[in-house]
């Protein structure tokens, strides 16, 4: 409600996560970041600014993302990390559902977010992905489920893995028994690196039935 908003931002200052600046307690962004934080250019395909199909066959069938990973962008996802500060989360969300609309791909059914191991997303107290992924699923007037796919403690985190890495690990991640039998799942994350990660759940939504899978990721990195 806007009033418990108020009531927050009065104890809690809103702030822009893009640049720290001190925001209206309805706000995400302030106008600057917003204005300079979408990327309209990138591969519908593969998500990447510079088209990575051609690199090998990826699981998920259409990406969409809302930014680059560079600037405000990549500072807002920090914030969204480490900071507490989850204004991104909604944002970005607003953004990947109109293009989902505006585009041209196929409706999604259902909204399951990357997972999180547990006790990692106890200590910060959310899922990301899954914030990202409940508004989504808000805005497009369908389900969102955390049952689908699980993660396990690898010992080490995806960012701090190299690419050849990625690709040749799971990632820890597994499905449990739910089936998906003939729908269309968007599979929603903060980040779009290397796309192991997308592509590894992906496969697994595919095996629980799924008949295609739509990468949705707050941004995407450029090809490195």
């Keep these: 409600m806007a009033w418990t908003r108020s009531l927050l931002n009065f104890f809690y200052p809103n702030r822009c996560p893009g640049?720290?600046?001190?925001?209206?307690?309805?706000?995400?962004?302030?106008?600057?970041?917003?204005?300079?934080?979408?990327?309209?250019?990138?591969?519908?395909?593969?998500?990447?600014?510079?088209?990575?199909?051609?690199?090998?066959?990826?699981?998920?069938?259409?990406?969409?993302?809302?930014?680059?990973?560079?600037?405000?962008?990549?500072?807002?996802?920090?914030?969204?990390?480490?900071?507490?500060?989850?204004?991104?989360?909604?944002?970005?969300?607003?953004?990947?559902?109109?293009?989902?609309?505006e585009g041209a791909y196929p409706a999604p059914e259902l909204v399951v977010p990357v997972p999180m191991h547990p006790d990692k997303q106890r200590r910060r107290g959310y899922n990301q992905a899954a914030l990202?992924?409940?508004?989504?699923?808000?805005?497009?007037?369908?389900?969102?489920?955390?049952?689908?796919?699980?993660?396990?403690?690898?010992?080490r985190e995806q960012h701090r893995l190299s690419a050849r890495e990625r690709q040749l690990g799971d990632g820890g991640f597994s499905a449990g028994s739910v089936r998906l039998d003939g729908q269309c799942v968007l599979l929603c994350d903060d980040v779009l690196t290397t796309g192991s990660t997308m592509h590894r759940c992906a496969a697994l939504l595919k095996e629980c039935g799924a008949s295609a899978v739509i990468a949705a990721a707050a941004c995407t990195t450029p090809r490195k």
């Design 132 to 155: 990202i992924g409940k508004a989504l699923a808000a805005h497009l007037g369908i389900p969102m489920r955390e049952d689908v796919l699980y993660k396990a403690d690898t010992g």
């Design 19 to 101: 640049c720290g600046c001190f925001l209206p307690a309805q706000a995400l962004l302030c106008a600057d970041c917003e204005a300079g934080i979408l990327l309209h250019d990138y591969c519908s395909c593969c998500g990447k600014p510079v088209c990575q199909c051609g690199r090998g066959t990826l699981a998920y069938d259409r990406a969409v993302v809302c930014s680059a990973y560079a600037g405000a962008a990549a500072r807002a996802i920090l914030c969204l990390k480490d900071a507490g500060n989850t204004n991104f989360a909604p944002f970005a969300a607003a953004v990947l559902a109109r293009r989902l609309r």
